[in-house]
Structures are given as C-alpha cells and as structure tokens.
C-alpha cells in the first residue's frame, strides 16, 4: 500500500509541516537519546524516553511526506507507515519498533522491569543509527526542513 492508500482507509490525514515543526521533532530526539542512556534512570524508564526518540523520527518521516496518524491507534499507524516512506527493506525495523511499542506500554501501564539495560541499550543504538538515516532521508528527500 501507499501512504495515499492509507490515507484514503482514513489511517492517515493531510499535514502541512514547516522546518520549525521538524526542528522542535528532531530537537526532542536529541533530548530523548541524551536522556535515555542515563544509567541512574530504570532500564523500564530509558527504554520508554528511546521508544519516544524512535517514535519521533518515524513522525519526521510522516510530517515529512504530508501526513500524519488519525488519532486512533495513532502510535502503530507511524510505527507501521515507517517503511512506506524509506522503502519496504525497513519491514523489520517496523516490526522491531512494533515490538518495542508493545513492551514500551507494559512497561508504561502494566509492569515494572519489563525491559532490561541490553533491551535499552539496543534500542537506544538502533535510534542513534536511524538518527543518522533520517537525515540523510531529509537532505535528499525534504531539504527544506533542514538546515
């Protein structure tokens, strides 16, 4: 399916973005990878600020190419647009993230030391590696949203 596909099943909405919107998204991630690998924090409570950074970036993506979540289901929906936008190779990131989400709100809602410092740290790695990938997807794809 296409993101306008998704759009037309209302899974998704038009959205205008601005720089400044991408900014302030990109501004969070770096204060959301900075704040989750501190080791006083709880694994449950790193895991949850990396799963934010993560979320951030897919949502970068989404605004990026004019579209974002209807407000049901609103985390899957980026999760799963996510290879939609960088190419269908990203599936098992997108299902990596899912999983992530899944543990993020049990850790969140349900229970404490669902998630352990390597379950952290890797996700924390994987959000630091996509940091990068986003980037350069915004240089070649969208340079007007950064600087």
């Known amino acids: 399916m296409t993101l306008k596909e998704w759009e037309s099943n209302g899974w ?5 973005t601005s720089r400044q919107e991408i900014t302030q998204l990109l501004e969070i991630v770096d204060r959301d990878l900075k704040d989750s690998k ?3 924090l709880s694994s449950d409570w790193r895991f949850g600020i990396a799963y934010n950074a993560a979320l951030k970036h897919c949502t ?4 990026s190419e004019g579209y974002k979540p209807d407000r049901n289901v609103a985390h899957f929906r980026t999760i799963q647009a996510f290879p939609l936008v960088l190419g ?3 599936e098992g990131d997108s299902d990596y993230f899912n999983s992530c989400r899944a543990k993020r709100n049990k850790v969140e809602y349900d229970l404490i030391g669902g998630a352990s410092d390597s379950e952290a ?3 924390i790695e994987f959000v630091t590696e996509l940091k990068t990938e986003v980037i350069e997807w915004l240089k070649i794809k969208h340079p007007e949203f950064i600087s």
């Open 38 to 40: 501190q080791t006083i």
């Open 12 to 16: 998704l909405k038009s959205h205008s």
């Open 88 to 90: 269908k190779e990203k």
């Open 121 to 123: 740290d890797e996700l």
């Open 60 to 63: 970068v993506l989404l605004y």
